[in-house]
Structure formats: structure tokens, C-alpha cells
């Protein structure tokens, strides 16, 4: 039997009321393989599809900005300032101050440190103000149909971003997110939201566009799901010896522990545990090179954002919002 709720009923009553406006998905062949795989596979209905991609549009400036992202094209000295920023900091403690119950339980509930959930929203949406002005549906409709390296990623956020809406009655057209289609304060992708985001405050509904609580959880619940180690560290300086050879992936799962590394010439400049596995990663720094040991935390956080320096850039920006947050609180 077909699932059909209140929000798919309305989306095709309105077809009647108003002549869709007619749009590059309408006869697109990709889009038409995604719609009847959606209809064989989901129980989806066929002309609510047809009316939905024949409102969906190309978007062309997608396009662009998904082939040079700053990670790409910027180095760690020019990266980190788009975040390590005075007002980002004091913006981020205010936010601590403002959700600070919410935060605290998270912490406690999941393990995640208060100041890393707030870097996390920092980084991604300036804690909330800037959460991306496309239609979701558009940017992975564009990027599924019209972006051949990354068509079966986006493809497949598509299908659970629709299978998402009808499983909460939302209207698909509705949400507005990142070129990416990330969602909400913590930038979701439809397949995250489906397996970690919570109903922190209990209202049956994780709402993580609008409601701080169940962002705040959810971000916590991603990195918990993903190993986060209650207690450990993330991330240190190093010292090299002289030559440096080649280095494994920045984002790879640590394999080696740190008296591995000491061998082959990195000393970590504070004591962490000997037994613990870590990776070295070479950042290209204001002065130089830095080199980096990095822990199970630090490729947790690199789970959300598949990128050394993104990793980095949470990873500051928690520790300088700690610092601040001690100052201004007093109590953490």
C-alpha cells in the first residue's frame, strides 16, 4: 500500500491550483531513473514526483562554488583565519552561555567537551546565522543530476532527504540549507540526519533548523556514533628531526602510536599517553610548516568534514571559545 501523508497530499493538490513551473528535472533523464527507482523501491507516488522535480531548478552557481572549495584552494595560514576570528570566539561563548544547560547534558550524555559542539556550530553556520539560502531540494537535485564526480553521493543524500520529509510529513520544498544540501545549525546531510540526529528536548521531533537543543545533541550523538573518546586528546604540536619523509593521509584512521612516531623523529612538545595512536600531519602555517600529532578525536572530527585543516580549524576555535568561556564564566 502506498505511504502517502499530509504533506504529499498537499504537494499534489496544489498541482491543480496552479500550473507547475516548468524546470530543467522535468525531462532530465538522470531524474527520471532517480524517480522510478523511487517509485519501484520506496512505494513513492509517481506523478507527486513528476510535479515535485518539475518545481526543482538547476542551479548553476552550485556548480561552481562545489568545484573549488576553500580546503582545496587555500592553505592552513589562510584557512584559519576565516575562523580563529575575535568575534567568532566571543560569538561562540555567548552561544555556550545561552545553551549552557543543553550543552552540559550533551557533554555528559555523549562525552563530547561543551566547547567542541560549539566550534562545530561556529564553524559551520556562525551558530546558527548562516545556514544556506538554496532549497535543499534544488542543490541536491543539481548536484545528483548535473555533477557527474560526486552523482552517486548526492544521488543517495536525494533519496534519503525525500525519504526524510515524508517520514516527518515535510514538504521537500520547503527546508533551505548549503550548495551542498547541508541542514540546519549543524549542517546535516539528509543520510546523517537519518542516523544521528536526536530529539534532545523531547518533543518528538529532531528539530535541528531551528531548535538549539536537538542541534547541540545531535551534533554530540554524530561524533559519539563516529568513536570520540571521553577524555582523550585531539591534537598536539610536534617537533620534528631534521628530515621528514613522506607522511600518511592527514584524514586516515591512526594506526601507529606515539612511541612509534618518537622513532621516526616527531616528540610531541606535552606529555600524552605513549600507547595512544596517532597520525602526523604537516600543516603549511603562517611561519612555516607545523607538524601535528594527531589522535582518534581529531579523525572523529574529520567524520563531519573530510579535511585536515577543517579539523584543525574546529579543534582551535573550541580550545580559544574554552579559554574565553573561563574567563567570562568562571566555571568550566
Given amino acids: 500500500m502506498k505511504i502517502i501523508t499530509r504533506a504529499w497530499l498537499l504537494l499534489g493538490c496544489l498541482t491543480w491550483l496552479a500550473m507547475p513551473v516548468l524546470a530543467d528535472y522535468r525531462n532530465n533523464t538522470p531524474a527520471q531513473a532517480f524517480i522510478e527507482k523511487m517509485v519501484l523501491e520506496h512505494d513513492f507516488d509517481r506523478l507527486r514526483l513528476e510535479t515535485l522535480f518539475s518545481k526543482v531548478e538547476k542551479q548553476e552557481r552550485i556548480l561552481e562554488l562545489i568545484a573549488r572549495p576553500a580546503e582545496k584552494t587555500k592553505s592552513w595560514a589562510d584557512y584559519r583565519k576565516i575562523f580563529i576570528q575575535n568575534k567568532r570566539i566571543t560569538d561562540g ?11 552540559a547534558r550533551a557533554e555528559q550524555t555523549y562525552g563530547v567537551p561543551a566547547e567542541y559542539i560549539v566550534a562545530i556550530i561556529g564553524v559551520e553556520t556562525l551558530y546558527g546565522r548562516v545556514t544556506g539560502s538554496y532549497r535543499v531540494m534544488d542543490a541536491l537535485s543539481t ?43 549543524g549542517q546535516f546531510m539528509p543520510s546523517s ?28 550523538n554524530y561524533f ?47 606529555e600524552v599517553p605513549a600507547d595512544a595512536n596517532a597520525v602526523v600531519i604537516r600543516l603549511d602555517g603562517a611561519l612555516g610548516d607545523e607538524y601535528w600529532l594527531s589522535f582518534t578525536n581529531f ?6 568534514n573530510r579535511s585536515a585543516m ?18 567570562a564564566q568562571g566555571d568550566h
Fill in 93 to 103: 561563548v555567548k552561544f555556550w552561555q545561552d545553551n549552557k544547560e543543553a550543552l
Fill in 143 to 185: 548536484l545528483a543530476f548535473d555533477y557527474p564526480p560526486r552523482s552517486p553521493f548526492f544521488t543517495k543524500e536525494l533519496e534519503n532527504y525525500l525519504l526524510l520529509m515524508r517520514e516527518h510529513d515535510k514538504d521537500p520544498l520547503l527546508n533551505k540549507g548549503s550548495y551542498a544540501g547541508a541542514m540546519g545549525y
Fill in 193 to 220: 540526519y537519518r542516523h544521528y540526529a536526536v530529539d534532545f528536548d523531547g518533543d518528538n521531533w529532531p528539530d535541528i533548523w531551528n531548535n538549539t537543543t536537538d542541534a547541540i545533541g545531535s551534533v554530540a
Fill in 224 to 270: 559519539k556514533q563516529h568513536g570520540w573518546q571521553r577524555g582523550a586528546f585531539v591534537t598536539v604540536r610536534a617537533r620534528p628531526s631534521a628530515e621528514v619523509g613522506e607522511l600518511p593521509s592527514p584524514i586516515a584512521t591512526p594506526e601507529y602510536d606515539v612511541n612509534h612516531w618518537r622513532k621516526a623523529g616527531f616528540t610531541p612538545v606535552q
Fill in 299 to 304: 579523525y572523529v572530527i574529520t567524520r563531519y
Fill in 310 to 327: 577543517y579539523a584543525m580549524a574546529v579543534h582551535q576555535l573550541a580550545q580559544a571559545i574554552y579559554r574565553e568561556a573561563d574567563i
